[in-house]
């Protein structure tokens, strides 16, 4: 080691803490970043292998039902190479502990050999294949996990309004269902949802659909164009009532997983570099501060014969060596920050196995970013110190010039008292500087705000989904659409004291170019449990004509109210209509689109039908309710309005309040990095100044507030600048979690601004601690030795 | 030392014309540094009374322990053994929020190097310490003092090396302050502006009545104080009175 790294090594040695605070900070975004940057590799190439390796599908299809002699019609469009057709149907489930009854999506395994697409990976046990009929499921992991099921244990489901009972023969995972939710939601309910695989021939018989199918899975020959397969696939299945063909990215699971990408993103870029800009103002604070200390130092290098070059090395070095142990805290910050995040997505996506795989390339780029940060951060200052004459830097400063501050000139001299002038002209003189900590002061305060931002956005999008929007007690849907005196059957159930119907039905909704597929969903006039609200939020009342979409579906689709979209229904008769749009409903998971409930059966052409009926049910007959649900064999399906509600938010809670959390502390960290930071430098530059204070017979508390008085006023000026660019950040990040299945409102609330102004004083008080602490280090018989 | 011995104890009697009231009252005063091998005497056991009125003037070569003396008397450092009385009061113990209080009150500081706060004008350094002290003088009456009035609105780089020290001492004697302890008020000034200062030093003493301690190498100083005591190694190796003071302006430049 050459003399002059010796020398940077005790440098580093003596300004540890300060050297310290700024490799956290830089360590913070670097953090952030190789997290986020992993999770994308992570995902991104998990999915890939899964997929190709289990043969996921390029197009689907789903249609009332088609004799199986139409798969080689299927088989032979131009550019399909493989065709697999089976059946899928949703049925009601009676789980042993559940006492509401589950929704379970049953499919079937070919009658002879595997699954040639989509096939299952099996976790454990075995699929139940062959045509015998053994009364034998395999599950979904998610599922099965959510309610401690192992191979051999027993469920029961009704099976076109037969209870039967089934024994598990295995946990399966399948490329279709990586997001096990019904389509649309955004958060997956593992506890009221699960997929599940049965014999072909059990499942068919059971639904009178033997030698039929009416789900259509569809691979790609390499070069074939997707849209002409897809407008294929759709006249052949015109006739035996298609839903439409649907390209992967419009599967639910899929795009579920994209979104998920898109977010993170979204995520592994500006918000970093906010950090990474901060520790490169730290570094050049802290640089300049020792260059300026060290003048004497530099000249007498520069006088002993050492180049520019070596000297200005030398103290790159000194900043390359907090680059270093950022970096090196930030890979390990991040590396583990990505496994518990890893861990999260357990909770949302079921791959083979998700491992988290470092995006080195991100670790070099990191690296180099924040070495490029820190470079710029002190080139000025070595450049000043390089181009010091030795004589002159031997010499000490001149005694810096100050004049009267604006707010003195101006008139405001006679009420300040003198330690404010002095804080007051300190930051004067130093425009650039005084604007620097001002600024890192707010960006400290911004980050602050984004992650409550978040847990706000959280807290208003469940209240307003289930106390707003959502006020039924129970959603029971039917197996098949039927006449809307069924109403009436679900008013008798017990406890019911309200029943509103509802009639879903699979549309896709196009303007222009712009296509998408959702339900569209048919409600009462003006309903009062089931409620379409608009961003007010106000309830709109639903007019015999026209459509009810949500506001991100009119951004997608360019429309505003007024406009007219294109609504082709994809269920039984195929038909298009032109409907004016009349509102536009708030809503924050996917995308949904509603009409009045006899304007839409009119559109349909199907007389009065009803999907299902929204209920509120007497607490006090709930479990006679549940019983009664449970051995209802038209309902296939049971959502109970609470559960759905806690699922959300012990979801949210694993899942968001993770990354609340990480974010909340990294923000801390930068609060409080900064502000001990800058306290540290005034304190180092004011010195001998406190020191005379103190001789001349201040006390410690006075010359303390002398000291403090530059770092409050700064805070002050930052706090309100802060607000406003963490308001920005927080809408710059929700917007990049603005996608078509999850959404996050901007709620900014008086509580997040006050946290955030709290954390900023606590550290501002906090780093004056420790920082008049050192006051009590200051050599007083020092201010009396000559400047020499 | 044996000549000395002779002499009435000048470094306990008071000069004729000087005020019967001893402001310190110093005996078998050490201070050592460090403990063990590394221990540094610094002062090996001095005795004085410093009085009213009186102009002291500490010779000594570097490190004869001049300055730590001085930062005695300042409360700045306590004494590692021997009796400090400030007026009777007990300097040597009292702890540091007395020691603040000492500063604040009794003790006007001129150092070498000014220490004015650059970011105030001369009469905001003055008004600085007038804010915080019992009975002050106007901060323009004590740059009248040192004849700063027409400069009293300028900032320090703005100043000479001789006007800033002047504004030191008229931040020092504002207080009214008991004794003025200078540390080579003239150190870092050329003869023409050390001789301003001196004077300015000298008739605070005069006409306030201000214990005014110079601490210097400068033996040329000597003829300006009522006392004069040479310090070597930690000991006063001589004292002795001036019967005359003379004037500064007459010193043997």
């Known amino acids: ?82 065709v697999q057709t089976s059946i899928a149907i949703q049925v009601t489930l009676d789980v042993p502990g559940l006492p509401e009854p589950a929704v379970g999506l049953l499919n079937s395994l070919p009658e002879r050999g595997e699954p040639v697409l989509n096939r299952p990976y099996v976790r454990s046990g075995r699929l139940p294949l062959g045509r015998t009929t053994r009364g034998e499921l395999a599950v979904g992991e998610a599922f099965a996990e959510a309610h401690g099921l192992k191979p051999g244990g027993a469920i029961s489901a009704i099976l076109n309004g037969t209870k039967r009972d089934f024994r598990l023969s295995g946990i399966v995972l399948s490329p279709e269902f990586v997001f096990e ?13 699960g997929v599940f695989w049965m014999p072909y021939k059990e499942l068919a018989t059971a639904f009178q659909l033997y030698g039929a199918f009416n789900n259509v899975a569809i691979a790609l020959a390499p070069g074939a164009s997707e849209g002409a397969v897809i407008a294929a696939v759709n006249r052949v299945l015109a006739p035996y009532g298609a839903r439409g063909a649907y390209a992967r990215v419009d599967h639910p699971s899929h795009r579920r997983v994209d979104d998920e990408i898109r977010v993170l993103q979204g995520l592994s870029l500006a918000f970093p570099l906010v950090f990474l800009s901060v520790a490169a103002f730290m570094t050049n604070s802290v640089l300049s501060r020792q260059i300026a200390l060290q003048r004497e130092q530099i000249a007498m290098l520069k006088a002993c014969g ?101 707010l003195e000139r101006i008139g405001g001299a006679r009420w300040f008292s003198a330690s404010f002038r002095m804080a007051l002209r300190n930051i004067e003189r130093r425009p650039i500087r005084s604007g620097l900590t001002c600024l890192a002061l707010a960006l400290a305060t911004g980050i602050l705000i984004v992650p409550n931002s978040f847990r706000d956005g959280i807290a208003y999008v469940i209240d307003f989904q289930w106390d707003i929007v959502q006020r039924q007690t129970v959603t029971l849907t039917l197996v098949e659409p039927g006449p809307s005196r069924a109403i009436a059957d679900f008013q008798h159930l017990p406890g019911v004291e309200l029943a509103e119907p509802f009639r879903y039905v699979p549309v896709e909704l196009r303007a222009g170019p712009i296509s998408r597929r959702l339900t569209l969903q048919g409600l009462p006039e003006r309903g009062t449990l089931s409620r379409v609200i608009d961003a007010e939020p106000r309830q709109l009342t639903l007019p015999a004509r026209g459509i009810v979409i949500s506001s991100k579906l009119a951004d997608i689709l360019h429309v505003r109210p007024g406009d007219e979209v294109i609504a082709k229904v994809l269920e039984g008769r195929e038909r298009e209509l032109a409907v004016p749009v009349i509102g536009l409903a708030e809503d924050f998971a996917g995308m949904a689109a509603y009409m009045e409930l006899h304007a839409l059966n009119r559109l349909l052409l199907e007389g009065d039908r009803i999907s299902g009926a929204h209920l509120v049910v007497n607490a006090s007959r709930w479990s006679d309710f549940l019983h009664a649900v449970k051995h209802t064999p038209r309902a296939a399906g049971c959502v109970i309005k609470n559960s759905i509600r806690d699922g959300f938010r012990k979801t949210t809670g694993e899942s968001i309040g993770l990354l609340q959390k990480m974010y909340l502390l990294f923000a801390i960290i930068v609060a409080f990095g900064v502000i001990y930071n800058s306290a540290r430098i005034s304190l180092s530059e004011r010195t001998r100044e406190l020191a005379t204070l103190r001789v001349l017979g201040f006390s410690r508390r006075e010359v303390g507030a002398v000291l403090v ?78 400047l020499d | ?62 490190g004869s322990g001049k300055s730590t003396l001085l930062n005695q008397l300042g409360g700045l450092d306590s004494p590692t053994q021997g009796t400090l009385l400030y007026r009777g009061w007990n300097l040597g113990t009292a702890d540091e929020s007395g020691l603040t209080q000492f500063r604040r009150d009794a003790v006007g500081f001129v150092f070498q190097a000014y220490n ?3 970011s105030l004008t001369a009469r905001e350094n003055v008004a600085l310490i007038t804010e915080i002290c019992r009975d002050p003088m106007a901060p323009e009456e004590a740059l009248e003092l040192v004849g700063l009035g027409p400069r009293m609105d300028h900032f320090p780089a703005q100043l000479s090396g001789g006007e800033q020290q002047r504004v030191a001492i008229a931040r020092a004697i504002a207080k009214r302050p008991a004794v003025l302890l200078c540390d080579e008020p003239t150190g870092a000034l050329d003869v023409h502006t050390g001789i301003t200062v001196l004077e300015a030093i000298e008739r605070i003493n005069r006409d306030l009545g201000t214990l005014a301690v110079i601490i210097t190498h400068n033996a040329i100083l000597a003829d300006m104080a009522d006392r004069v005591f040479t310090l070597s190694d930690g000991r006063i190796v001589n004292a002795h009175s001036n019967a005359r003071r003379g004037s500064v302006r007459d010193l043997a430049w």
């Open chain 1, 709 to 786: 008085g530059e770092l409050v006023l700064l805070t002050v000026a930052a706090l309100p600048l802060g607000l406003v660019i963490g308001a920005g950040f927080a809408q710059g990040i929700i917007s990049s979690v603005n996608t078509e299945t999850v959404r996050l409102p901007l709620v900014l609330t008086a509580d997040n601004y006050a946290f955030a102004i709290l954390v900023v004083a606590c550290a501002s008080a906090l780093s004056a601690w420790f920082a008049a602490r050192k006051l009590a280090d200051i050599n007083l018989v020092s201010a009396l030795k000559a």
């Open chain 1, 1 to 82: 080691m050459s003399l002059l790294d010796r020398k940077l090594l005790r440098d580093l040695i003596a300004l540890k803490s300060q050297a310290f605070a700024v490799a956290l900070v830089m360590a913070c975004g670097l953090a952030m970043m190789v997290t986020t940057r992993s999770l994308i590799l992570s995902l991104e190439s998990t999915r890939d292998t899964y997929y190709r390796e289990h043969r996921f599908a390029d197009v689907f299809a789903r249609l009332k039902r088609a004799p199986n002699a139409v798969r080689e019609q299927l088989a032979a469009i131009p550019g399909v190479a493989t």
């Open chain 1, 306 to 406: 050492f180049s520019n070059r070596q000297v200005g090395a030398h103290y790159f070095k000194f900043s390359f060596a907090i680059v270093i142990v950022g970096v090196l805290f930030g890979a390990i910050g991040g590396v583990y920050l990505g496994h518990q995040l890893v861990e999260m997505y357990h909770l949302f996506f079921r791959f083979p196995r998700l491992d988290f795989v470092l995006d080195a390339r991100v670790l070099v780029a990191a690296a180099g970013v924040s070495a490029l940060a820190a470079f710029t951060g002190v080139a000025g200052a070595v450049r000043r110190a390089v181009h010091l004459p030795p004589a002159e830097a031997m010499r000490p400063e001149a005694p810096a010039s100050f004049r009267p501050a604006l």
């Open chain 2, 1 to 62: 030392m044996s000549a000395a011995a002779h002499l009435p104890h000048p470094s306990s009697a008071p000069p004729a014309g000087a005020d019967r009231e001893p402001i310190f009252h110093v005996r078998g005063l050490a201070r050592v540094y460090g403990a063990g091998t590394a221990a540094v005497t610094a002062l090996r056991g001095v005795d004085f009374d410093f009085f009213r009125g009186e102009l002291v003037v500490l010779l000594g070569a570097s």
């Open chain 1, 181 to 193: 939710a019904p389509p649309g939601a955004a958060l997956p309910d593992n506890k009221t949802y």
């Open chain 2, 116 to 118: 004015l706060i650059p």
